[in-house]
DNA sequence: TGATGAACTTAACGACCGTTCAGCACTTGC
DNA sequence: GCAAGTGCTGAACGGTCGTTAAGTTCATCA
């Protein structure tokens, strides 16, 4: 009773070109990506290597000739989030840096399309981070901390009446609202969803 | 490098009357709370039988006077949240039976003030359902549904523009920014963190 | 053709985990 | 003073996990 085997290897040929002009993904990415989908419904610790490796495929073992470890998985699949998410808040703080509220519009936009587009890497991100080692673990926090600091600088100059601890507790009150999108699946279509979530983002922090 | 042992063993003998009015707590309601704690900080498979005996001064094996196993303390500690979110929110509602604006700042208030309360609870309950058994955890996705429709009832009557679908998003995304709580420490108080929470969700929810 | 190297397999290791069991200490009620 | 019972210890079990190692297959290319 632990893992249904449902996953059927691939052709194990599909090396050479393309069917099409279909840009091949990497063996490493096309792993991770079934890795970010395990760990994030099952929890880091509740998957193990071979689970990992049989939903791709391939045997536990085998996943040593792409990653370093399990940890090293988790790593390459939480570090990039945090630098794609800080890289697109400074842009878009960049492309409107003279109107606050035009900014703050522009990472509320954003942050939803992000969410809505990597929902399983958003909820190992909230959840999986403790069980990184200290070195990959203080360089995403560091990450976040700089997108966090994005938000409280929009929000300080966007409310005067706020300092930068509550506008830091906003801020995380707007993730955590943006980011519930994992949680709830089909039955609202995906651009109502970004509406809404689009809509309550803004209301709730322009108090 | 695993765990600093730095729970100290209590007196051991508390039995007895205690020394005020104080009422003492069942040493399974004090094993219990320690292994939140665990828990919700280390995720539920990162945290062994013998740690949680090791915080709580005793050794793994002793808790099975307490607890039937692992998966029967987590249970235990996830089911009466759920059951007193719902009962809270139910009586907030028949409170303000009339008026469904006041029914959802009444709902707005509790949960804010539950998650302020309990934060390792909160975060337990996003995180580390997945890790229960069938039975105990429909049960709790029973509880959690009908907290949630207490909610969506409450939005659809305030605004009729809402469908059941569009409402129950809301009402996940006010969770989210409610739930953002056990995410952020000390530096803003209590009381100003309630008021940040309330107002934001009110706001989200309101349009 | 024959060497190269990537991708994978099977087998095995040490460690750790949840759980069980037999027995000991100590408090309580008779 | 004695029996009952609670709470605990220490040892041990079967199982699983992350990881290593050695060997196999096979496309690629000199």
């Given at each position: 009773?632990?893992?249904?085997?449902?996953?059927?290897?691939?052709?194990?040929?599909?090396?050479?070109?393309?069917?099409?002009?279909?840009?091949?993904?990497?063996?490493?990415?096309?792993?991770?990506?079934?890795?970010?989908?395990?760990?994030?419904?099952?929890?880091?610790?509740?998957?193990?290597?071979?689970?990992?490796?049989?939903?791709?495929?391939?045997?536990?073992?085998?996943?040593?000739?792409?990653?370093?470890?399990?940890?090293?998985?988790?790593?390459?699949?939480?570090?990039?989030?945090?630098?794609?998410?800080?890289?697109?808040?400074?842009?878009?703080?960049?492309?409107?840096?003279?109107?606050?509220?035009?900014?703050?519009?522009?990472?509320?936009?954003?942050h939803v399309?992000?969410a809505?587009?990597?929902?399983?890497?958003?909820?190992?991100?909230?959840?999986?981070?403790?069980?990184?080692?200290?070195?990959?673990?203080?360089?995403?926090?560091?990450?976040?901390?700089?997108?966090?600091?994005?938000?409280?600088?929009?929000?300080?100059?966007?409310?005067?009446?706020?300092?930068?601890?509550?506008?830091?507790?906003?801020?995380?009150?707007a993730f955590?609202l943006m980011n519930?999108t994992?949680?709830?699946?089909?039955?609202?279509?995906?651009?109502?969803?970004?509406?809404?979530l689009?809509?309550?983002t803004?209301?709730?922090?322009?108090?």
């Open positions: 009773m632990t893992l249904e085997q449902s996953a059927v290897r691939p052709p194990a040929q599909t090396r050479g070109a393309g069917p099409a002009g279909q840009r091949r993904r990497s063996r490493r990415e096309e792993i991770l990506e079934i890795a970010v989908g395990l760990f994030a419904t099952r929890g880091y610790h509740g998957v193990s290597m071979d689970d990992i490796g049989a939903a791709a495929g391939v045997t536990g073992p085998a996943l040593y000739h792409h990653f370093a470890g399990k940890e090293a998985m988790l790593a390459a699949a939480l570090i990039p989030v945090s630098e794609q998410l800080l890289a697109g808040g400074q842009k878009r703080i960049a492309e409107s840096s003279e109107d606050p509220a035009a900014a703050l519009a522009a990472l509320v936009d954003f399309e992000f809505l587009a990597n929902p399983a890497v958003i909820a190992l991100h909230l959840h999986e981070l403790d069980r990184l080692p200290e070195e990959p673990r203080r360089q995403i926090r560091r990450l976040q901390r700089l997108y966090v600091e994005e938000w409280v600088n929009t929000l300080t100059v966007l409310r005067e009446e706020l300092n930068a601890g509550e506008a830091r507790v906003l801020a995380h009150a955590g519930s994992p949680f709830l699946g089909g039955e609202v279509d995906r651009a109502r969803r970004a509406e809404l689009r809509a309550a803004l209301s709730a922090l322009q108090g």
